[in-house]
């Protein structure tokens, strides 16, 4: 079982990236799907949950309107599309996957995490 993130990188402020979440073990359809995102030195943040439960999806209000998940079953696949991206973007990027819905989802696998970072 296992989830690996990749897409990260460089970026100028404006600019955008698409990540990449595969996952093998396991069907990510089945399951609700988190994107977090952790900078340094400080604490893990929730940027969106969707979950196919409900079929509701969840920003962080500082994505809203910026980011956007999608999901490609057939390749088991999540993508987090981030525009307009901003230094305060800059973090690391996990995506995770879990059972139930979002609002008491709790998670039970974990990618590495793919860097971003947003500089001019």
């Known amino acids: 079982v296992q989830l690996v993130e990749s897409g990260g990188g460089l970026v100028q402020p404006g600019g955008s990236l698409t990540l990449s979440c595969v996952a093998s073990?396991?069907?990510?359809?089945?399951?609700?799907i988190g994107w977090f995102r952790q900078a340094p030195g400080k604490a893990r943040e929730g940027v969106v949950c969707?979950?196919?439960?409900?079929?509701?999806?969840y920003y962080a209000g500082s994505v809203k309107g910026r980011f956007t998940i999608s999901r490609d079953n057939a390749k088991n696949t999540v993508y987090l599309q981030m525009n307009s991206l901003k230094p305060e973007d800059t973090a690391v990027y996990y995506c995770?996957?879990?059972?139930?819905?979002?609002?008491?989802?709790?998670?039970?696998?974990w990618g590495q995490g793919t860097q971003v970072t947003v500089s001019s």
């Open positions: 073990g396991f069907t990510l359809d089945n399951y609700a």
């Open positions: 969707d979950s196919t439960t409900d079929g509701n999806t």
């Open positions: 995770t996957a879990g059972e139930g819905l979002c609002r008491d989802v709790s998670y039970d696998y």
